[in-house]
């Protein structure tokens, strides 16, 4: 979306307010659209929205970070800011028991892979955290699991051993490594592979077969890494708060 826009009509922008980033996408002709991959901070974001005031209609926003949702509604004043948050969400789909502290986040990539083919489903999120959560057949958030995302894991060595070499993100052609780089590998990649593939184990034992998604900034490394069938979509919380405010 640009100033050189030929659509005449103004758009809803769906905000998506990470603690890493902030993505912004909207539903036009039948398909979703970014603006732009991403914006590192909420002053640019005011910035860039500001700036556009002329071809915004509403925005929907889901933010994890209170700080930067206040920050947007006082510096944004000219469009009407409607927040998802977890306190909208009705209570019996909750199978949680801490509402209170559940990330609006991973409600909405369930309810948004659920549309789909309105049975389990399972989502990966691979963020700067990864996490892992699944909705039921019955529209239920059944709860899940938080990780250290793979890019935070690679880069946890970068302060406190500088002298580790840099690895391929891959799995390690064999056990036990025989180098550095694969021992490396081990302890990073694959380890963080099986923590996620024993948790989809888990969810299977637990509830059934269901269908797997990968969503966020790593989706495409975890889906060639990861042995289960899954679905990529970048669009996942998009479709999530589009399919909340249509109910």
């Given at each position: 979306?640009?100033?050189?826009?030929?659509?005449?009509?103004?758009?809803?922008?769906?905000?998506?307010?990470?603690?890493?980033?902030?993505?912004?996408?909207?539903?036009?002709?039948?398909?979703?659209?970014?603006?732009?991959?991403?914006?590192?901070?909420?002053?640019?974001?005011?910035?860039?929205?500001?700036?556009?005031?002329?071809?915004?209609?509403?925005?929907?926003?889901?933010?994890?970070?209170?700080?930067?949702?206040?920050?947007?509604?006082s510096q944004v004043t000219d469009l009407d800011i409607q927040s998802i948050t977890i306190d909208n969400i009705e209570p019996e789909v909750l199978d949680y028991d801490t509402p209170k502290t559940l990330g609006i986040d991973r409600f909405?990539?369930?309810?948004?892979?659920?549309?789909?083919?309105?049975?389990?489903?399972?989502?990966?999120?691979?963020?700067?955290?990864?996490?892992?959560?699944m909705m039921d057949e019955n529209r239920i958030y059944r709860g899940g699991v938080i990780m250290p995302g793979l890019q935070s894991i690679l880069n946890i060595f970068k302060q406190t051993a500088p002298e580790l070499p840099d690895i391929?993100?891959?799995?390690?052609?064999?056990?036990?490594?025989?180098?550095?780089?694969?021992?490396?590998?081990?302890?990073?990649?694959?380890?963080?592979?099986?923590?996620?593939?024993?948790?989809?184990?888990?969810?299977?034992?637990?509830?059934?077969?269901?269908?797997?998604?990968?969503?966020?900034?790593?989706?495409?490394?975890?889906?060639?890494?990861?042995?289960?069938?899954?679905?990529?979509?970048?669009?996942?919380?998009?479709?999530?708060?589009?399919?909340?405010?249509?109910?």
């Amino acid at each position: 979306m640009s100033k050189n826009d030929s659509s005449n009509s103004k758009k809803t922008l769906f905000l998506d307010i990470g603690n890493s980033s902030i993505k912004v996408a909207y539903w036009e002709n039948g398909e979703w659209q970014k603006t732009k991959d991403s914006f590192k901070s909420v002053t640019y974001l005011i910035s860039w929205l500001n700036n556009h005031i002329d071809l915004i209609n509403n925005l929907i926003v889901a933010s994890v970070r209170k700080d930067h949702f206040k920050l947007l509604q006082s510096q944004v004043t000219d469009l009407d800011i409607q927040s998802i948050t977890i306190d909208n969400i009705e209570p019996e789909v909750l199978d949680y028991d801490t509402p209170k502290t559940l990330g609006i986040d991973r409600f909405l990539v369930c309810l948004g892979a659920y549309q789909r083919n309105k049975g389990n489903v399972v989502v990966v999120d691979a963020g700067s955290a990864c996490t892992i959560d699944m909705m039921d057949e019955n529209r239920i958030y059944r709860g899940g699991v938080i990780m250290p995302g793979l890019q935070s894991i690679l880069n946890i060595f970068k302060q406190t051993a500088p002298e580790l070499p840099d690895i391929e993100v891959e799995f390690p052609g064999r056990w036990p490594g025989k180098s550095t780089s694969e021992s490396l590998q081990w302890g990073q990649v694959a380890f963080f592979i099986d923590g996620i593939e024993s948790a989809l184990n888990r969810f299977k034992q637990l509830n059934g077969e269901f269908d797997l998604f990968i969503t966020g900034g790593d989706a495409h490394k975890l889906s060639n890494l990861i042995s289960e069938k899954s679905i990529q979509d970048e669009f996942l919380i998009f479709k999530g708060m589009k399919a909340f405010i249509d109910a």
